[in-house]
Nanobody
Framework: QVTLVESGGGSALAGESLRLSCKLSGNADTDGAGYIMGWFRQAPGKEREGVAAAYSFGETKAHDSVKGRFTVSLDNAKNTLFLPMDKLEPEDTGRYYC????????????????????WGQGAQVTVSS
């Protein structure tokens, strides 16, 4: 059984920093081709969108709106995904969800919510101007 537990987040002023972590328990690499973990966020009244992701073989992806501010990384040994968030903007406000699945299932669709089977409960990030 795969479980994901997020930690971190909270409230910050614009320009400040926060950090999210997500611990994976269980085996998401169900096909032997590796696994991917990603961050999604959902603002009130908006659809959930992909923020950043990391593949177990080293490749990372990020939404254009967070490039240069958020740096996703995956510690394979600890099965933990990190997201340090710098230069936060009010538009970054939302509930951040961690997701995971096998590379064989997700492929290049790292920002597609329908591509992932496993989800955490989410962590709130609120940025005030």
């Amino acid at each position: 059984q795969v479980t994901l537990v997020e930690s971190g987040g909270g409230s910050a002023l614009a320009g400040e920093s926060l950090r999210l972590s997500c611990k994976l328990s269980g085996n998401a690499d169900t096909d032997g081709a590796g696994y991917i973990m990603g961050w999604f966020r959902q603002a009130p009244g908006k659809e959930r969108e992909g923020v950043a992701a990391a593949y177990s073989f080293g490749e990372t992806k990020a939404h254009d709106s967070v490039k240069g501010r958020f740096t996703v990384s995956l510690d394979n040994a600890k099965n933990t995904l990190f997201l340090p968030m710098d230069k936060l903007e009010p538009e970054d406000t939302g509930r951040y969800y961690c997701a995971a699945d096998s590379v064989a299932k997700v492929g290049p669709a790292w920002s597609n919510t329908n591509a992932f089977r496993y989800w955490g409960q989410g962590a709130q990030v609120t940025v005030s101007s």
